[in-house]
């Protein structure tokens, strides 16, 4: 009953800006934990954004200072602002949240940690 959709993927420019937003439709029981993961073609998917639910944030270093990962509790949404966008970025982004109720054990940017995920949105890079 829990669905994730992603949108706000698109095509720009090296240097340029996209805002990702995931809505969450259906209902987690308790608190629960999402996170932002990209996977480029034939490479594995790494996690790039996570947003706990006290409100800390954890970004991969390759990310760190350009992106920001915020939610919007009331509406069930969770952004992915993405500035300074260069073409190593490109990738299907996937959002993702965990069990309610649960904390992580390996760590917030870790995949298996996840237990919903969305369908993706492609974000493509161009030079």
């Known amino acids: 009953q829990v669905e994730l959709v992603e949108s706000g993927g698109g095509s720009v420019q090296a240097g340029g800006s996209l805002r990702l937003s995931c809505v969450v439709a259906?209902?987690?029981?308790?608190?629960?934990?999402m996170g932002w993961f990209r996977q480029a073609p034939g490479k594995e998917r790494e996690g790039v954004a996570a947003r706990d639910s006290d409100g800390g944030t954890s970004y991969a270093e390759s990310v760190k200072g350009r992106f920001t990962i915020s939610k919007d509790n009331a509406k069930n949404t969770l952004y992915l602002q993405m500035n300074s966008l260069q073409p190593e970025d490109t990738a299907m982004y996937y959002c993702?949240?965990?069990?309610?109720?649960?904390?992580?054990?390996?760590?917030?940017?870790?995949?298996?940690?996840?237990?919903?995920w969305g369908q993706g949105t492609q974000v493509t890079v161009s030079s």
């Open positions: 993702a949240a965990t069990y309610g109720g649960v904390w992580y054990v390996e760590g917030p940017l870790v995949k298996s940690e996840y237990n919903y």
């Open positions: 259906g209902y987690i029981y308790g608190s629960y934990c």
